[in-house]
């Protein structure tokens, strides 16, 4: 068998200081993440990130630049995820929009409110975070999706 690790896609939105995060409840804890989750099959990772941003926070997002891929063995766990973290703006907010299932809501929380109050998903929240506030940016460019049917 071929190991594999779980491709993830995650979205960095920041706004007068505040960033844009999940409350959801996983496995019945309550844990904070920015807006994230898996690759689908047939989506590009920006696809991806756009998608799970408008699922789970009723935001449109638009990437501007991908601030870092991290790969996160899950001490618990023999699951390994690899994330591609995205930043950039959010716009036309939907809020009758029904949010995916295990998300509670959506909300703008400092890196200090993260930090000191919550519970986090896993450490990359911190770290992309981190990343971000330190100028961290590559060009969208970077990533291609290639298409052998052309």
């Known amino acids: 068998m071929i190991w594999k690790p779980h491709a993830t896609v995650a979205a960095i939105i920041e706004r007068e200081g505040k960033f844009l995060m999940v409350e959801e409840d996983i496995e019945g804890e309550i844990v904070y993440n920015q807006p994230a989750g898996h690759l689908d099959p047939g989506e590009s990772l920006i696809e991806a990130a756009i998608r799970e941003t408008q699922e789970e926070t009723a935001w449109r997002f638009k990437p501007e630049a991908l601030v870092g891929i991290y790969l996160w063995p899950q001490p618990e766990t023999d ?4 994330r591609f973290a995205f930043c950039g703006s959010c716009s036309d907010h939907q809020i009758e929009q029904p949010l995916d299932t295990g998300i509670i809501r959506a909300l703008w929380m400092s890196r200090e409110e993260l930090q ?3 519970k986090l998903r896993s450490p990359m929240v911190i ?3 981190d990343d971000y506030l330190a100028g961290q940016r590559y060009p969208l460019q970077i990533l ?3 298409d052998y049917q052309k």
């Open 144 to 146: 291609s999706t290639v």
């Open 116 to 118: 000191d109050n919550k």
């Open 79 to 82: 699951r390994t995820f690899l």
């Open 127 to 129: 770290q992309n975070i």
